[in-house]
């Protein structure tokens, strides 16, 4: 199942790059700051029509969500401690940083959990997603202990 979400969110990620390119979405700025902007498209669908000689187009808009973040547990720890970050549409994401620093590692789990470890050098700061759109920030910052 995993399998199939990944390659569900690559190719909505290929669509909605390919639709913004073309003209046919546009990004739609997100209420919160936890959540990437949305992507809306535009599609023409064809309405039925009241006389077969008369087709009317209808306007459809649809749209994609970016990730987000909805908990990050432990909410505070040392350099290497293994962080699980929960949220939704989680399988596009190419990075993670701990307040403006990289992750030592991380790894996609499933659309809805990552798991990452804090680097050596992590400062406090929210925990960033980066995705090919954008990045998104979690809503708290991540305490980093030293000792």
Do not use: C
């Amino acid at each position: 199942m995993a399998i199939r979400t990944s390659r569900h969110s690559a190719l909505l990620l290929l669509a909605a790059a390919l639709a913004t390119s073309l003209g046919l979405a546009k990004a739609i700025p997100s209420p919160s700051e936890s959540s990437a902007p949305t992507l809306a498209f535009l599609a023409e669908t064809a309405k039925p029509p009241e006389t077969a000689a008369d087709p009317v187009p209808a306007t459809t808009l649809m749209a994609a969500e970016g990730p987000m973040i909805s908990s990050v547990s432990p909410s505070a720890g040392l350099p290497g401690t293994q962080v699980t970050i929960t949220g939704s549409n989680l399988a596009g994401i190419t990075q993670v940083l701990f307040g403006e620093n990289w992750a030592a590692s991380f790894k996609v789990i499933s659309d809805t959990e990552i798991q990452a470890s804090v680097p050596d050098d992590a400062k406090p700061g929210p925990i960033q997603l980066v995705t090919s759109s954008g990045t998104v920030k979690s809503p708290d910052s991540f305490l980093v202990s030293y000792y």
